[in-house]
């Protein structure tokens, strides 16, 4: 079980860059998933990107080309670079780990992950 600490969330104008970390305490497996997903006030958790510890990357459409997310292993640490930020972009960010997601199908599904970071607080305004 590892523990995850999110960061760098704030307060920009539409766009704007910010880009968000997230720390990992306790030892992940040697292969896993970890990923970004955000929930905005009133809506559903939704999957923003993910990466394997293999480096694959994967991306919500309504991010791709904005968004870059990246990690550094020998640091224990998960970033998600965001550019062009819109209002819509508002909405609390959480990182997410998975020792195994069975398909790519379900890469961006809340319940393919079984730790979750406190929540970091993205706002965009226009």
């Known amino acids: 079980q590892v523990q995850l600490v999110d960061s760098g969330g704030d307060s920009v104008q539409s766009g704007g860059s910010l880009k968000l970390s997230c720390t990992v305490v306790?030892?992940?497996?040697?292969?896993?998933?970890m990923a970004w997903f955000r929930q905005a006030a009133g809506k559903k958790r939704e999957g923003v990107a993910a990466?394997?510890?293999?480096?694959?990357?994967i991306y919500a459409h309504s991010v791709q080309g904005r968004f870059t997310i990246s990690q550094d292993n020998d640091k224990n640490m998960l970033f998600l670079q965001m550019s062009t930020l819109k209002p819509e972009d508002t909405a609390m960010y959480y990182c997410?780990?998975?020792?195994?997601?069975?398909?790519?199908?379900?890469?961006?599904?809340?319940?393919?992950?079984?730790?979750w970071g406190q929540g970091t607080q993205v706002t965009v305004s226009s």
């Open positions: 997410a780990y998975s020792r195994r997601v069975p398909s790519w199908s379900v890469v961006l599904d809340p319940s393919s992950y079984n730790d």
């Open positions: 990466i394997y510890s293999g480096g694959q990357t």
């Open positions: 306790g030892t992940r497996t040697s292969t896993f998933w």
